[in-house]
């Protein structure tokens, strides 16, 4: 058997995932080496310690605009293999191996890494593990999808924690949205005595604060279009009484705006320490959701926002600007939808579309902003009313454009039968 060894290069942005897949990697293969690298060029401190050394990257398609740090890996080429996973590599695998990596992970990574690492120790062999675009951009296959239940969230053994990935998958599948193609439509939760166990482990090594990792917190227990408010209030009891200050429904996760109803807020209320909840709206034009295949109204987000403020919560909510095909009309709509919100109490959080491999719009174009709508939305920034990274995000999103049109990223042609079609809920 050869001695290999993997490492994954944590940065500010992926570590939530980071930390998953080491946990999984630890848990489960303890027979090989895994750690992080905090720099590309420190895995070279190990290469002459095993026989193969890996570099993993969770990829980003932000990542691809930053040339330093993506020369800086591909440098490495030749001396580790490089593994690329994570949204950009799924959404576009044979333009990330275009860019020099070895192979890549497609969708979930917490087996098929320990398969690919197993694999390497024996043989040069890897078309038995599915999950793989290879160097030669075959595919090896698709494999099921992974129990959150036989991983832990964290490796805490190496005192390391974060939020806790409660819900996995998303039916509605959003045509803007890496999740539903990355994780598939399917949805899966980690038990209640699981997340249980786990904020035990957090209390014991100090930690207060318990957030969650989920497309939409109160899908949790269900099939992703009901709500097993049953369920959510088992877990947020029993939460309560481990002595951890529980946030749900609110950063890192979100809700979806049907389902804020005045039950399920309530539990929220009881059990929960936050005072604040993320509602996805996205646009205030129902010609816009309709076309996003958000799978709700314009009426479900004001209700939402209507029953949250009511109950005290102040809901955050989630818009995106220069959405393609969105007209000046639109814009107005959901510019007016905003201020509607926000005099109800709420707060709006802007963010700029932006073309992602993998998802319908991979090939679309966003809409430049008019500069009357631009002055209005800036209007609201400054009355701190609204808030984001948009203007980045703009720039990012054209940056996006280019790079796709340079054929750097390549984009698999994108096929809606990926997802599950009885999945996708005619009559949301
Ligand atoms: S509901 Fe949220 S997570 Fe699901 S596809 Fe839409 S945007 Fe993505």
């Not at 939760?189 to 207060?208: D, F, I, Q, W």
């Not at 220069?322 to 009309?329: F, R, W």
Request: with cysteine; charged share 25%; glycine share 8%.
């Amino acid at each position: 058997l050869k001695k290999v060894a993997y490492f994954h290069l944590l940065n500010k942005n992926n570590k939530y995932s980071a930390y998953a897949l080491i946990a999984a990697l630890e848990s489960r293969f303890p027979q090989f080496r895994s750690d992080f690298v905090r720099r590309p060029k420190e895995v070279l401190d190990h290469v002459n310690k095993y026989d193969k050394v890996i570099l993993g990257v969770t990829l980003m398609t932000t990542d691809l605009l930053n040339e330093n740090y993506l020369d800086e890996i591909i440098s490495l080429k030749g001396k580790v293999i490089l593994v690329a996973g994570g949204p950009h590599p799924t959404g576009d695998p044979y333009g990330t191996l275009s860019l020099g990596f070895d192979l890549v992970v497609h969708g979930e990574g917490e087996e098929t890494l320990g398969e690919l690492i197993s694999a390497l120790s024996e043989s040069e062999e890897l078309d038995d593990v599915k999950g793989l675009y290879l160097s030669d951009f075959r595919f090896t296959g698709r494999r099921k999808q992974v129990d959150l239940n036989d991983f832990p969230p964290w490796p805490y053994w190496r005192g390391l924690f974060g939020p806790i990935e409660i819900t996995r998958g998303c039916p509605f599948a959003c045509a803007y949205c890496q999740t539903s193609f990355i994780f598939k439509s399917t949805v899966r939760h980690r038990s209640v005595e699981n997340v249980v166990r786990y904020a035990e482990l957090l209390k014991k090594l100090g930690g207060k604060d318990l957030r969650f990792i989920t497309p939409n917190a109160l899908s949790y227990g269900g099939n992703g279009y009901d709500m097993r408010l049953d369920l959510i209030e088992e877990l947020l009891s029993k939460l309560k009484k481990v002595g951890v200050r529980t946030f749900f429904g609110s950063f890192p996760s979100e809700v979806r705006p049907e389902f804020v109803k005045n039950d399920s807020i309530k539990i929220i209320e009881k059990y929960a320490s936050n005072k604040r909840i993320v509602i996805g709206a996205q646009s205030a034009s129902n010609k816009m959701l309709k076309l996003l295949h958000r799978g709700h109204t314009w009426e479900d987000v004001v209700n939402a926002v209507d029953i949250s403020v009511k109950h005290g919560i102040t809901p955050e909510v989630d818009f995106i600007l220069g959405l393609p095909g969105e007209t000046e009309e639109d814009m107005e709509i959901t510019l007016n939808g905003m201020k509607e919100l926000i005099n109800m109490g709420a707060r709006a959080h802007l963010h700029y579309f932006m073309p992602l491999p993998g998802t319908p719009l991979a090939f679309s174009y966003p809409t430049k902003l008019p500069d009357k709508i631009r002055k209005e939305v800036a209007n609201l920034v400054g009355k701190g009313k609204a808030w984001g990274q948009w203007l980045k995000q703009e720039k990012i999103s054209w940056k996006i454009v280019e790079l796709r049109e340079r054929g750097v990223i390549m984009i698999r042609p994108y096929r809606r039968r990926e997802v599950e079609p009885k999945l996708i809920n005619p009559n949301p």
